[in-house]
């Protein structure tokens, strides 16, 4: 069986990356979601395990001290980070194992795995962006003029991944990054066998 890879998608809140997360998911069965560990509340619908393991700081820092993570940043004003264990499990059943990450854990995993492939998802204007947070009415002013911020600040960081897409229609939007999937699938380096697989068929 050939392995699968990471998958890191990030982008600033409200570009909508977990709805086209959960699209991709429901379309390809390849790709898993690595459930992250963080230190925020559970937001109303999310259940745990599922959506994120909400965990203690206290148990976070125990994590982090035990290098149970493959990444793992303080995002706004908490932490996030992702099983190692989990994700490389993921990658040698050959899973397409999805992160749904922010910047500075991108840049980590793509120090740690250079292989790994980067999609930052962009809003198709502040202004727009500034509006789905503000429709989303899950977070005060003061959270939404933080998430604001951050996001200039995440976006002067797009040259440092491999692919960007832009989120204005949703459903080009996943096309897109099927596309990007459906083409690192089928990168020789990923498939060092093929050769011989095409040879063994035969012929005359
Ligand atoms: P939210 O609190 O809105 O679910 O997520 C806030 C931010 O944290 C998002 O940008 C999301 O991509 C990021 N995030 C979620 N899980 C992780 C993780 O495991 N590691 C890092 N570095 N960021 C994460």
Redesign the pocket.
Same mark, same amino acid.
């Given at each position: 069986m050939k392995e699968g890879f990471l998958l890191v998608i990030?982008g600033p +809140?409200g570009t909508g990356?977990g709805t086209v997360c959960n699209a991709l998911l429901e379309k390809d069965k390849d790709i898993m979601f690595s459930v992250?560990s963080?230190t925020?509340l559970p937001r109303e619908g999310e259940v745990d395990g599922v959506n994120y393991n909400f965990i203690t700081k206290e148990i976070f820092e125990k994590m982090v001290e035990a290098d149970k993570f493959l =990444?793992? +940043?303080y995002?706004?004003t908490?932490y996030?980070?992702?099983s190692e264990e989990s994700v490389m499990k993921g990658v040698a059943d050959g899973k397409v194992v999805l992160l =749904?990450?922010?910047v500075?854990?991108a840049l980590q995993v793509k120090e740690k795995h250079p292989e790994v492939v980067t999609i930052f998802l962009l809003p198709p204007s502040m202004e727009e962006l500034e509006r789905r947070i503000v429709d989303r009415n899950t977070e005060t002013e003061e959270e939404i003029n933080k998430r604001m911020e951050n996001a200039y600040k995440e976006i002067s960081l797009v040259s440092k991944y491999d692919y960007y897409v832009v989120n204005d229609d949703l459903d080009i939007a996943i096309n897109e990054i099927e596309s990007i999937v459906k083409a690192e699938k089928l990168r020789v380096k990923r498939n060092p066998k093929i050769e011989d697989y095409i040879l063994e068929k035969g012929g005359n």
């Open positions: 990030s +809140a990356k992250s963080t925020r =990444e793992h +940043a995002v706004h908490n996030y980070g992702t =749904e990450i922010d500075q854990g």
